[in-house]
Each structure stands twice: as C-alpha cells, then as structure tokens.
C-alpha cells in the first residue's frame, strides 16, 4: 500500500525557518515526481513545489521562490521543504503529493496525498 | 498564470440526482486537467486526470469530460458519501493551478 506521511510542521515566528518532511513507502520512490501542496485554514488548494523524479528540475511558486526549497533523498525515500523566511501568509497544512506516472519528465496529476502538516506563523 | 474559474460556487443537491460541476481555464489547458474531491480534515483525493480518465477505484458514476478551455465533472447519481468539495486542476503550465471550488453540500 502507497502511503505519504508528513512531519515537522510546527508553530514558528515570522522570518523563521522550518523543515518539513514526507516519508514514502509503498512504491518506488525514485520513479515519481513529487509536488508539496499547501492549503491556509478555510481556503482553497495552492500548488508550491514540484520536483522531478531525479531531482533534474524543480519549478516553485512565485510566492514561496527564492524562500523555499524542495529537495529529495532518493536512498531514503523521502521529501523535503526547507523553508526559510517565513510569514503569516504561510500558515497552512501542507501536504505532499505524488505523480500520477512514473518516470515523467513533467508534472503529472497527483494521484497519492499525505494526511497532510501544519504550519503556523505567528509571533 | 492560468486561471481556473469553478462554477457555481456551492451546489445543493439530493441524494440520487445527478451533479454538474464546470472548471473553465482562462487559456488553453489542452486535456491536462485534473479533479479532486476532499472531504472535511482530509486529504484530496484523485477522481479524474487528463480530463476524461477515471482514477484508479473511483466509481463509474464519476466522469469527466472536456479540452481546452471548458470542462465538466458530472457525477450520475449522487450517494451520501458524495457530499464534498471538488477542485480542478491543471498541469499544462507552470504554475500548476487549481480552481478555488466547488462545495457540494445535501439539500
């Protein structure tokens, strides 16, 4: 069974850092391309970050560029989100997600979620 | 950036009728669009990918339809557990935008 799971979300000040993680297991995690979804409290789905399966690409938002930064252990199975300068704005549960297809050169739907963590920014 | 634009916002409905959701792009997507159900503290969940596919266990009474720039969700007929929001996405362009909703809430 395909299964995502999330940790490292936590409460943290504004301009503060915060890792978070997606352990994978189930399927083989160098194969899929993978994306970090976030959702603030009340609203709607935002896209933040996809990697490719290799870790060759990596296209952002433009409100997290410059400040986040996805990356991937092949040998661990698992994803990360660096985040760094946090604001207000990036409160939210943020969720991991898989492709669809494996081996895929572009994004693809995301067919496998996290239960998701959450991340608070407040003073 | 793409914008997808869900319509109606909220869609009140009884169990067994049938549900028509529209997810409209502001430019051509081609068929990469997705939808997504999520029900209240969980996870989306994948109904349909390239417009028209169903995902693997979602029930035949759940279809998608479309390409370019108008497309449709419809589900045939309506079960309790049914009931949730749905969001389209697409992957056509960076970046990979969702709609803002459609809630589906019982009459």
């Known amino acids: 069974q395909v299964q995502l799971v999330e940790s490292g979300g936590g409460v943290v000040q504004p301009g503060g850092s915060l890792r978070l993680s997606c352990a994978a297991s189930?399927?083989?995690?160098?194969?899929?391309?993978m994306h970090w979804v976030r959702q603030a409290p009340g609203k709607g789905l935002e896209w933040v970050t996809f990697?490719?399966?290799?870790?060759?690409?990596?296209d952002y938002a433009d409100s997290v560029k410059g400040r986040f930064t996805i990356s991937r252990d092949n040998s661990k199975n698992t994803l990360y989100l660096q985040m760094n300068s946090l604001r207000a704005e990036d409160t939210a549960v943020y969720y991991c997600?898989?492709?669809?297809?494996?081996?895929?050169?572009?994004?693809?739907?995301?067919?496998?979620w996290g239960q998701g963590t959450m991340v608070t920014v407040s003073s | 950036e793409i914008v997808l634009t869900q319509s109606p916002a909220t869609l009140s409905l009884s169990p067994g009728e049938r549900a028509t959701l529209s997810c409209r792009a502001s430019?051509?997507?081609?068929?990469?669009l997705a939808w997504y159900q999520q029900k209240p503290g969980q996870a989306p969940r994948l109904l349909i990918y390239d417009a028209s596919n169903r995902a693997t266990g979602i029930p035949a009474r759940f279809s998608g339809s479309g390409s370019g720039t108008d497309f449709t969700l419809t589900i045939s007929s309506l079960e309790p557990e049914d009931f949730a929001v749905f969001y389209c996405?697409?992957?056509?362009?960076?970046?990979?935008?969702f709609g803002q909703g459609t809630k589906l809430e019982i009459k």
């Open positions: 990697i490719r399966y290799d870790g060759s690409n990596k």
């Open positions: 189930g399927l083989t995690f160098s194969r899929y391309g």
């Open positions: 430019q051509s997507v081609s068929s990469y």
């Open positions: 997600a898989k492709d669809l297809r494996d081996s895929g050169r572009y994004p693809d739907a995301f067919d496998i």
């Open positions: 996405q697409q992957r056509s362009n960076w970046p990979y935008t």
